[in-house]
């Protein structure tokens, strides 16, 4: 089945020291997100990929990278982890040239900063 | 940021009643969508509405896109133990260059007693 991935599902690092985490999907979607999501808020888009070009939300914190090497992986990179960051990370998918605005996410990783 | 009014903000509820929760808007939009989140899990789409007036059903599920293009609700007929989660309406105007600002509520958390 065509799906969203997302790996690690879980991820334990220490304050300060950098994390990466990767999503990679099988749908051929041209446009990939990163979201952070805190205890039953609703997700926070930090940036997304519209095929190479990148587009940053204005409040996302510079800590924040993301890479995307081909079309279908993409990657969240955290600088320095701050104790604040520990959230759940999702991944989503859509494709705009069909039309249709739906996003598909990801399992999510759950992120843990000690 | 805009944000869609999601009401109620929780639901307990006995097994075997209908549920049946809302989003409103000031804005108009083009693409309402309605996820289901379980604990742990990524967001997963149940339905997507793209014509004012439309009702559309998956199951136990019923959502409608309102006539004024600001609102939409989502009905659960019959609910059972595994519809426990945060359900989240989502709206998007499709097309053009609004295409990755999804819009959420703020989620209606259900719980449901055997």
């Known amino acids: 089945d065509a799906m969203v991935i997302q790996n690690p599902r879980y991820q334990v690092t220490q304050f300060g020291k950098p994390v990466t985490l990767s999503c990679s999907q099988t749908?051929?979607?041209?446009?990939m997100y990163w979201y952070q999501q805190k205890s039953s808020q609703a997700p926070k888009l930090l940036f997304h990929?519209?095929?190479?070009?990148?587009?940053n939300e204005a409040d996302t914190p510079d800590n924040f990278q993301s890479r995307r090497p081909n079309t279908s992986f993409c990657f969240l990179d955290i600088r320095s982890p701050g104790l604040g960051d520990a959230a759940m990370y999702l991944c989503?998918?859509?494709?705009?040239?069909?039309?249709?605005?739906?996003?598909?996410f990801g399992p999510g990783t759950r992120l843990t900063v000690l | 940021g805009q944000q869609l009014n999601q009401s109620p903000q929780s639901m307990f509820i006995q097994e075997g009643e209908d549920v049946s929760m809302n989003c409103t808007s000031s804005?108009?939009?083009?693409?309402w969508l309605w996820y289901k989140q379980d604990p742990g899990e990524g967001p997963v789409l149940l339905i997507a509405?793209?014509?004012?007036?439309e009702l559309t059903s998956n199951g136990r599920l019923t959502a409608q896109f309102g006539i004024t293009r600001k609102d939409s609700f989502l009905n659960i007929s019959a609910s059972i133990p595994s519809d426990v989660g945060i359900y989240f309406c989502?709206?998007?105007?499709?097309?053009?260059?609004?295409?990755?600002?999804?819009?959420f509520g703020q989620g209606t958390i259900l719980t449901v007693h055997p």
């Open positions: 804005s108009i939009f083009n693409t």
């Open positions: 990929y519209y095929d190479k070009d990148f587009n």
């Open positions: 509405l793209y014509k004012a007036g």
């Open positions: 749908l051929n979607h041209n446009v």
């Open positions: 989502a709206a998007i105007n499709a097309g053009g260059t609004s295409y990755g600002k999804l819009t």
């Open positions: 989503a998918t859509s494709d705009p040239r069909s039309g249709v605005g739906e996003q598909f």
